[in-house]
């Protein structure tokens, strides 16, 4: 795919590089240049047909029941076929679904956060029975590819990726959690393994670059906030953006704020990120505010958010002694694709 300019070229750092990555590893039908609607309904339909009648069961819901908004992040019994009773041949096509949705980078970080599990089963003495790496379910909403919306979720521990899809229109990728525990693997064979490295560096960094009066506009609170505030049940708790606007940041922090945005859109395959940071740019990069709360540590407690029109980024590391990262992605306008299917629907009763 060609990629679009959208007038700030930090939007478009890294296309072509993530593109070219995006194929590594992937099945080969896979590399043909497939758009997100044909790639996620072939990758859909091929893990249900490799899907005996029970595990079909389990793992397909009506696009319309409210199990679809069931999200959340913690350990915890999760409708949906998880990969530890699948056929190899099912794992292989759920591993191919997650790929259809995600970039190379967003797939190396889904994969680690479920190799945390093993590593907090060797660090923890109570309930280390719980950590499971494939204990992570997936969850197939309506029928793919049929002319209707259909939906899938991946989720498990920290892990929580939720898709909507929509005929004739764009593919919704919120509620998207990823979190790290450790967020820096202390010992044993993953020893110094960072699964959300990036989201942390560049989050510091911004913070860091700010002068003394932008400073004061972006911190919030003097300490961590303590955990996302938009988790499940509270997405339309934080209403009105906070902090600093990027547009009024200077040349080095506002080229940090771009990096950081696409850091989080580019987990997702690449037509989804530049449909999602063009929504960004279209309604305008001076409305997303930079918040801080805690001190620019890494070492510490800290917490930043991304918030404007179309996007609410949060990221949290207070918990295990700074060692602990909840990081989440919403569309303030429509998670679950909410402002898509109404527009959707409405077209379809104009037709009719």
Request: hydrophobic letters at 40%; a neutral charge; charged letters at 20%.
């Amino acid at each position: 795919m060609g990629a679009r300019r959208f007038g700030r070229r930090g939007l478009l750092h890294g296309l072509a590089v993530a593109t070219a990555l995006g194929t590594a590893g992937r099945p080969t039908w896979l590399w043909a240049e497939e758009s997100g609607h044909e790639a996620m309904a072939r990758a859909a339909l091929a893990f249900l047909g490799a899907l005996d009648p029970r595990r079909t069961r389990q793992a397909t819901f009506p696009f319309t029941q409210a199990e679809r908004l069931n999200w959340h992040y913690v350990p915890r019994r999760r409708e949906g076929l998880p990969l530890k009773d699948m056929t190899a041949d099912a794992r292989a096509a759920a591993h191919a679904l997650l790929q259809a949705g995600l970039s190379a980078a967003g797939y190396a970080k889904a994969r680690d956060v479920m190799r945390l599990e093993g590593v907090l089963r060797q660090l923890e003495t109570f309930g280390a029975f719980h950590r499971d790496p494939d204990n992570y379910a997936v969850t197939i909403f309506g029928t793919p590819g049929q002319g209707a919306p259909w939906g899938w979720r991946f989720e498990g521990h920290h892990l929580s990726l939720n898709i909507t899809v929509v005929p004739g229109r764009a593919i919704a990728v919120t509620p998207a959690f990823l979190g790290a525990n450790p967020a820096e693997v202390p010992s044993g064979p993953l020893k110094g393994l960072r699964a959300l490295q990036a989201e942390q560096d560049l989050g510091l960094a911004l913070a860091g670059s700010l002068d003394s009066a932008e400073r004061a506009h972006a911190t919030i609170a003097a300490e961590s906030l303590g955990d996302i505030v938009s988790g499940p049940g509270r997405e339309q708790s934080l209403r009105a953006p906070a902090g600093v606007p990027v547009g009024n940041l200077g040349g080095e922090s506002h080229a940090l704020a771009l990096r950081l945005l696409e850091t989080y859109a580019r987990n997702m395959r690449g037509d989804l990120a530049e449909g999602e940071l063009r929504k960004i740019h279209t309604t305008g990069i001076e409305r997303v505010h930079f918040a801080w709360a805690g001190p620019i540590d890494a070492k510490r407690p800290h917490y930043y958010r991304l918030h404007g029109p179309t996007v609410l980024i949060e990221y949290d590391n207070t918990q295990n002694n700074a060692n602990h990262i909840h990081s989440v992605w919403h569309d303030p306008r429509g998670d679950f694709g909410v402002d898509l299917l109404g527009a959707h629907y409405l077209t379809d009763r104009h037709h009719a």
